[in-house]
């Protein structure tokens, strides 16, 4: 599999960012594709994840209401929109294929994964 995370940066409080997932194996198709992220000395977390054909959707509650994941197919692409960013967003963003079409926030269930994109929000 190869996942490429690209789009992030650095970046002010309130301000937007969109990170994108590109799988060149297309290792994604009829698979759950998640986001997590890693901050300076914690734990990976979930962040968001999006089911195969798009309709299904999961969020971490602390970004609910502030970021959409949402995939392009045909371009074998997912997208992560994050809007009205805070310092506590900062971290290594990781995009992640599942096995099987129905998201989760369950880690162990994510079989490939991307190397990160940093994003940093500064206050």
């Known amino acids: 599999v190869q996942l490429q995370a690209s789009g992030g940066g650095l970046v002010q409080a309130g301000d937007s960012l969109t990170l994108s997932c590109r799988d060149s194996?297309?290792?994604?198709?009829?698979?759950?594709v998640g986001w997590f992220r890693q901050a300076p000395g914690k734990e990976r977390e979930f962040v968001a994840a999006?089911?195969?054909?798009?309709?299904?959707?999961d969020y971490a509650d602390s970004v609910k209401g502030r970021f959409t994941i949402s995939r392009d197919n045909a371009r074998n692409t997912v997208y992560l929109q994050m809007n009205s960013l805070k310092p506590e967003d900062t971290g290594v963003y990781y995009c992640?294929?599942?096995?099987?079409?129905?998201?989760?926030?369950?880690?162990?269930?994510?079989?490939?994964w991307g190397r990160g994109t940093l994003v940093t929000v500064s206050s």
């Open positions: 194996r297309r290792t994604s198709s009829n698979n759950a």
């Open positions: 999006i089911g195969w054909r798009g309709s299904t959707t």
């Open positions: 992640a294929v599942a096995l099987g079409p129905t998201p989760t926030a369950s880690m162990n269930r994510f079989r490939y």
